[in-house]
């Protein structure tokens, strides 16, 4: 290879690093603008925890699990309904499910 082509490559190579560096800051952003919300998540779709025996995102056992939680956008957990929530409402930390 020659001077130029190596100089060329380098470029390039700093040049996309750079853009990735920045395309990963709005998604950083973007996950500070979001709640862990317990209590809303539908069977088989939270994002994590589902308690005890369970390893994590999409291992919720029943609709409306109070002890799995979904990210939400900022702001709108405590208004998103939740049957089991004795709010009924999802809420920002686990919670024991009121009875049926």
Not at 58 to 69: E, L, P
Request: one cysteine or more; charged letters at 15%; proline letters at 4%.
């Amino acid at each position: 290879m020659n001077k130029a082509v190596t100089t060329a490559s380098l470029a390039l190579a700093l040049a996309l690093s750079a853009a990735l560096a920045v395309a990963a800051i709005p998604m950083t952003a973007h996950a500070a603008e979001k709640d862990k919300c317990f209590g809303v998540a539908l069977k088989g779709k939270n994002d994590c925890k589902a308690g005890a025996g369970t390893s994590c995102a999409g291992t919720s056992k029943v609709d409306y699990q109070s002890n799995a939680w979904s990210m939400v956008p900022k702001g709108t957990c405590e208004q998103t309904a939740s049957p089991t929530s004795p709010t009924g409402f999802g809420q920002l930390q686990e919670f024991k499910a009121k009875s049926a």
